[in-house]
């Protein structure tokens, strides 16, 4: 069986190759845009392609030369602290991705499985009542990155339902781990805390530290994509999460116990969002059903995460 | 008062402009994109722009020019039958289109407001039992032109809720009259049955008959869009139809009885669509709390866009 991760050289990307490997599967391709150093300790040289996504005639010759039998597309620009500043970037390189991708497949590799990579950010505004978050709670996003991620979801489903092709989708929620980039919250905080520790920074800068989110480690995640390959029914969608909101003040007293340095914290309004939501809670009922459930304590995970930062 | 149309030489627009002169307005500027010819025969010469609405330097420019206090953004691709063929022109043009106008309007016009256009193809598929289609009917848009209208929508939705602007949106239904190019059912029909009056040819050409749909006189539509841009609430988005399904079998029907000629109907597989709604119907009630109603019966308009066809 073939199988091809687009965005292999991401914080994602990565820990799905690596979960791929330790389920027994081999023939993994992986594309990667800009530097594709790291992903060369993950899979051959010969099985890397750097490429431009939105080129559809490379993307075309690839589908059609590799003939993935899965494919899982989780190449996007996800600048979410910048939604606005970037919007038409993002926009455009999602939406093209996407299409391009569904447009190879469709023409090139018509029976291959595409899972593509929605986000909890489609949901947007959320009244208390309505946590903790379906499927079904309606789409209400607050900047581009989300509506960005909004087409791609619905784009797939439509190629899903009205060309019947094998797509599923998923939502995850806040996940985190080693690797990711500092652009958000939970690193950056970590990375800063290094900082301190190192005495290169005095204070630990934080944005609004009131809101609920629901985190899940990224092998956990990376897991429940490939359940969701392995057992989901196609042109559903999937939430991903944990089920469960910890505040983002709790995620930081946390990773401050873990560090032996004396840490003040300043609240800095460049961090703020414009439009913050209080709180977002998946209710992942359906992807458990296909057997999945989180396995790594947040603590588990906060200590890699700060451990990451201190090897950096 | 200035007034701002785009897509001005459209279908829609160039009936907007129409009723908002009737209504006494003036200072109304139109865009178009290519041939603005008709347009002088509404509006003066010194006020058609003619540009590309997906070049952000040109629309600035314009924006922050022409000072506008209303803003009718109408401007948008709609190839709905060739929507997968087209589908990467779709897209990137008409989120492109949205993102510039909502970019300029923050830095140029901040204050001015702006009625953003979705369509009632982002509900896409519906079960019987959801029908008539209220505006908290989930989104599940089935070809890439639905989708790139939920990406308008919605982006306009996340400007209105995070940055504060002055953003109405409405999701029109079917709407019907003269001008509309013949890629729509209605005006092939009526320019089909025209052709056989001439003899020019012996078949009328159908798709499939069996959907049940919800017509508005563009007139009355464009009395409703002006209605909400005076009265709609900032944010939220209405719904526009009669409330009323009508089988296009019917339509056909009526249009044949209007005609003097013989028509013959044929079955034509290429006019099918890869997966065509059953049944789309709107709940109007809160665009009618506003104090509109639909005021020409569908007799009237079906008989204008025949004799329209008959002076071409």
Redesign the interface.
Known sequence: MNILVTGASGFAGSHLIEALKAKGHTNIYGTAFGNAAFLSILIPESTIITLNLTD?ETVNKMISTIQPDWIFHLASFAFVGQS?ER??EL??NN??VQ??ML?AVRKHAPKARLLVVGSAEEY??SEQWETPISE?H???????Y???K??QD??A??YA???KMNIVRVRPFNHIGERQTPDFAIPAFAKQIVAIERKQQDSLFVGNLNGIRDFTDVKDMMHAYITVMEKGVVGEVYNIGTGVGVKMKDIVDKLVAMSTAQVTMVQDEKRF???DIPEIVADAAKVKDLGWNPEISLDDTLKRVLAYWRTL
């Open positions: 559809s606005f919007g038409a926009l455009q939406i093209v299409h391009t447009e947007g505004l079904s309606p789409l209400r996003p607050v900047n581009p989300a509506v960005s909004v087409a619905l784009l489903y439509s339902v009205s060309l969002r414009p439009l």
